[in-house]
Nanobody, 125 residues
């Protein structure tokens, strides 16, 4: 399974970015058939949960640090998952990854597989 997160970049504090996650090749149906999660890893820190969404979009889950600012969504027809990030702060600076939830708690990194390449988000003050 190959996942690719995209849409990162440099933004000023208070700004917004929209990240996308897509699968490629034989993995193209992976996203539409599975619960998906977003994680991030800041320099020198462990990878942490950001948001997750059920396979049908019926439920979403957020870390307290992003609740009210970030929105996770999906378009199964396009086999894509998105993370809309608003009111960004320098503390949101990290590499953001999407992953497939296999089983277990939505907030737990151990519940996810197929991390793929991340996308760097840098928020300047």
């Amino acid at each position: 399974v190959q996942l690719q997160a995209s849409g990162g970049g440099l933004v000023q504090a208070g700004g917004s970015l929209r990240l996308s996650c897509a699968a490629s090749g034989r993995s193209v149906r992976t996203i539409s058939n599975n619960d998906m999660g977003w994680f991030r890893q800041a320099p020198g820190k462990e990878r942490e949960f950001v948001a997750a969404i059920r396979w049908n979009g019926g439920n979403t889950y957020y870390a307290d640090s992003v609740k009210g600012r970030f929105t996770v969504s999906r378009d199964n027809a396009k086999n894509a998952v998105y993370l809309q990030m608003n009111s960004l702060t320098p503390e949101d600076t990290a590499v953001y990854y999407c992953a497939v939830r296999i089983q277990g708690e939505y907030y737990s990194r151990q519940s996810y597989r197929y991390w793929g390449q991340g996308t760097l988000v840098t928020v300047s003050s």
